[in-house]
């Protein structure tokens, strides 16, 4: 063994965790490339307000400099998991969050992207806070085990559902809401073939890892995900062209219009200050709220996936865990981009064997390399990403088998908890809902003293969300 890798091995503990070092560097290649698209979307989401109001010079120059401050919100989060939690987790803008800021926040509400980053900088701080004092730990030892046990089975169809909807397999439909991409398309000159050959591309890569992961080969999901690309390459999936290899005119932008660049006095500047300030608190709680109870259910989930589970079914490095996160949203203001949180994602290298923060560590150079590499992190398309997030809402599923389903009071919460996640596309509404069903079917059976006061307070504090929160 080399003197590094001796390093490596020591430090993470990678042989005790039962892992190998290419098993960790695979997994957090898996990682990456699964998570990479958020690269491409997050500039896109955030520029989209000023493309709509017609600024597409200041949409520009948002777009060049949120991409550069992603990668490196992604880095120093990503990095934090390896390093000082020392868990296979990445972290990068959170898909929801950065819509809520685009979408409500900077164009439903009128704050400039600068406002905006002071709002996320604020809930990181908040975070930061409530960690260090342990509150945060509290909540999830809080939360029963009619829940907790949900949680995985409802991240894997949560995240199936991505795959699904990344695919190209599943549409909308105004009349059932959601269908199957038809297929039949192709014989009619109005069809989609670009559609129909994006859902064949992804249709490939899941049946590649299926077949290899049953051959027990290691790296299916990276193989997988491979495969799919270059098949989606004579099928015009996988696009070769635009390489867009400027990254003065990026990093110029980010410099001008990202990084330090929050707007606290124009946050503050209104006529009313009082009203300001309980505006922004309210804006602050909702970033929060659903920040909060995201990163604590897929940390939940991707650590039992995981095997991180100690005898008393704590997460193990769980403090630390929650601090990076915490920390990564604060730093995530800072350079440019909305909150940077632990992302579902992680899943996919968990399930390629990820076990200690090594994967997480190669993850993480990743990040910090794909803004050279940019080009190249592209070229891998949607629908070949899609197949890993599909394979892993297979294994997640398979903890539904923990869920206790003999007592209603149990099994209606966690029922609750499963569906409410895909079905309203937040991890947080799962949590919640499920956590508001626990109390209110446990209060009305007499079983109101199962309830700890902790949970009741969540519980009230979500009702109070849904009843005054917009999120969008």
């Known amino acids: 063994m080399k003197k590094g890798d001796r390093f490596f ?40 307000p000023y493309m709509i109001m017609g600024d597409a010079d200041l949409a520009s120059k948002i777009s060049n400099g949120v991409f550069i401050g992603t990668c490196i919100g992604a880095f120093i989060g990503t990095m934090l998991c390896a390093l000082y939690a020392k868990v296979p987790f990445a972290q990068a803008p959170g898909m929801g969050l950065n819509a809520f800021f685009a979408y409500t926040v900077v164009l439903g509400m009128g704050y400039s992207y600068n406002q905006a980053l002071v709002i996320v900088l604020l809930s990181g701080i908040f975070f930061i806070v409530i960690t260090a004092v342990g509150l945060r730990e509290a909540i999830i030892r809080s939360i029963p085990d009619a829940v907790k046990t949900a949680i995985t089975p409802g991240i894997g169809l949560f995240i199936t559902i991505i795959g699904l909807k990344n695919a190209g397999l599943v549409i909308s439909n105004p009349s059932t809401l959601v269908s199957m991409v038809d297929f039949a398309q192709w014989r009619s000159e109005d069809g989609d073939l670009t559609l129909i050959c994006g859902a064949l591309v992804a249709v490939i890569g899941l049946v590649t890892i299926g077949v290899l992961q049953a051959r027990n080969v290691k790296g299916s999901i990276l193989f997988g995900i491979v495969t799919a690309t270059i098949v989606g390459i004579p099928l015009g999936v996988t696009k070769l062209s635009s390489f867009d290899m400027n990254l003065g005119a990026k990093f110029q932008d980010f410099t001008e219009v990202s990084l330090f660049k ?113 080009p190249f992190v592209s070229v891998v398309p949607a629908a070949a990403t899609a197949p890993a997030l599909i394979f892993v809402g297979v294994l997640m599923l398979g903890n539904m088998k923990d869920v206790d389903f003999s007592d209603m009071t149990n099994a209606l919460p966690a029922f609750c908890t499963i569906v409410f996640m895909p079905f309203t596309y937040s991890i947080a509404n799962g949590v919640a809902v499920g956590l508001i069903m626990y109390c209110l079917v446990k209060l009305l059976t007499n079983k109101a003293n199962e309830i700890r006061a902790l949970t009741w307070i969540i519980a009230v504090v979500f009702v109070i969300r849904y009843a005054f929160m917009t999120l969008g």
């Open 9 to 48: 091995e020591h430090f993470f503990g990678i042989s005790q965790s039962g892992s190998s070092m290419r098993t960790e560097i695979l997994a957090g290649v898996t990682t990456f490339i699964t998570v990479a698209y958020i690269l491409i979307l997050n500039p896109q989401i955030l520029a989209d």
């Open 262 to 374: 929050m707007d606290f006095a124009g946050l503050f500047s209104g006529e009313n200050l009082l009203e300001t300030i309980m505006t922004v608190t309210m804006l602050v709680l909702s970033f929060s709220l659903v920040n909060m109870f995201d990163s604590i259910g897929t940390l939940m989930g991707a650590a039992k996936q995981s095997g991180m589970i100690d005898k008393d079914g704590e997460i193990l490095h769980m403090r630390e865990a929650l601090m990076c996160d915490a920390v990564s949203t604060a730093a995530g203001a800072m350079v440019g981009t909305s909150t940077v949180t632990t992302v579902v994602e992680s899943s996919a290298g968990i399930a390629a064997g990820g076990r200690t923060g090594m994967t997480s560590f190669v993850t993480a150079l990743l990040f910090l390399a794909s803004i050279i590499f940019a």
